[in-house]
């Protein structure tokens, strides 16, 4: 799917995953693919530049397993003068932890780069997708 290199082109992102997989995987999974896509999204929106047309193309892919689905998201950019990476941010930072939050919901996430920009994905293992020992705080 290619959206416009724009912020309203991570909640199409969002919308359109939810769509096509909330009958497909849980809803836990399914809240934290959204959160990553639209970290990816955002990310590419603020840090990089767009590809030809000024858009992101994103991406995903479903493989079912007898552990239960496992999920690759992929983000298309332009790319950036720097990589991404997990910086430091300190607690009155207004941004810096996006790719913390990545990080911490998928399996493993990584950069490609060639001569036409940069791929920014994440991956989701069944293992990963259940967070019972998460305990709500008020």
Do not use: Y
């Amino acid at each position: 799917m290619v959206v416009p290199h724009h912020p309203a082109g991570a909640r199409l992102a969002r919308h359109r995953l939810a769509d096509d997989l909330a009958d497909v995987v849980p809803p836990m999974l399914l809240a934290d693919l959204i959160a990553v896509l639209a970290e990816l999204v955002g990310n590419s929106v603020r840090h990089a530049r767009p590809l030809p047309g000024g858009v992101v193309r994103v991406a995903w892919r479903l493989r079912p397993s007898a552990e239960g689905p496992r999920v690759h998201l992929a983000v298309t950019d332009g790319g950036a003068s720097t990589r991404p990476r997990i910086r430091t941010a300190n607690p009155d930072a207004a941004d810096g932890r996006g790719l913390h939050i990545v990080a911490g919901l998928a399996t493993r996430w990584g950069v490609e780069r060639d001569g036409m920009g940069q791929r920014v994905w994440a991956e989701f293992e069944p293992a990963t997708t259940s967070r019972s020992d998460l305990v709500a705080a008020g």
